[in-house]
């Protein structure tokens, strides 16, 4: 059974700091890009950031460009987020997925979703 676990969302201010972690497990991830998007009320979902699982290439979107960093940690099979210089703007339910990164989109295509964790930064 595929599942992925997010961990590490919380209130904080803004200007601060939060590290959101992934656990993958069920399956190898070798060849899986691994992503982090979100939601905030009334929004669709966007795509944050994404990892190439064996290449370690890295995307971001715009918004987030310079302030979060996304690594992987292979031997753990986990994903992290880090977040820096959050915004309230920022605050959304934060959702980890494996898939396939499409260039010509600049997402990941998931294939699995986790059940995400909220983020709020308040001002």
């Known amino acids: 059974q595929v599942q992925l676990v997010e961990s590490g969302g919380g209130l904080v201010q803004a200007g601060g700091s939060l590290r959101l972690s992934c656990a993958a497990s069920?399956?190898?991830?070798?060849?899986?890009?691994m992503g982090w998007f979100r939601q905030a009320p009334g929004k669709e979902r966007e795509f944050v950031a994404a990892?190439?699982?064996?290449?370690?290439?890295?995307y971001y979107a715009d918004s987030v460009k310079d302030r979060f960093t996304i690594s992987r940690d292979n031997a753990k099979n986990t994903v992290y987020l880090q977040m820096n210089s959050l915004k309230p703007e920022d605050t959304a339910v934060y959702y980890c997925a494996a898939g396939r990164w499409v260039q010509a989109a600049g997402t990941v295509f998931p294939n699995y979703w986790g059940q995400g964790t909220q983020v709020t930064v308040s001002s």
């Open positions: 990892i190439t699982w064996s290449g370690g290439r890295t």
């Open positions: 069920g399956r190898t991830f070798r060849n899986d890009a």
